[in-house]
């Protein structure tokens, strides 16, 4: 009886536990980034914000950075695929650095893919 008492006092402070982390990594919404006329400052955001936000949210970013990286370089192809691992590793290499913001980690990324 003793032993159960213990192992529900764990149980509710480990589920506790958990309601806690994820709340503290609530996703929000990409809008909440957005400035009074509804613009989002893409060179100002911040890889703990990309990283906070819907996965559809970022889906868009991604697709969004792609395409202005794509139209500084000249490029006019769009690569799926490619776009959408890119997505993952920038994601990946936000969450280890959520102090940069998205356009330092692509950078590094870019870097080291030569």
């Excluded at 006329?37 to 906070?52: E, M, R, S, W, Y």
């Excluded at 990946?92 to 692509?106: D, G, M, N, R, S």
Aim: with cysteine.
């Amino acid at each position: 009886m003793k032993c159960k008492s213990i192992a529900s006092r764990i149980g509710l402070g480990l589920g506790a536990l958990v309601i806690s982390i994820a709340s503290v990594h609530a996703q929000v919404p990409l809008s909440t980034y957005m400035d009074s006329k509804g613009f989002i400052d893409v060179q100002a955001l911040t890889c703990a914000q990309l990283a906070n936000t819907y996965q559809e949210d970022a889906d868009f970013l991604a697709v969004w950075y792609s395409g202005w990286y794509n139209g500084l370089a000249k490029k006019h192809f769009a690569h799926i695929t490619r776009t959408k691992s890119g997505e993952h590793e920038v994601i990946v290499y936000c969450k280890a650095h959520p102090e940069l913001k998205v356009i330092q980690a692509i950078d590094v990324l870019f870097k080291n893919e030569k």
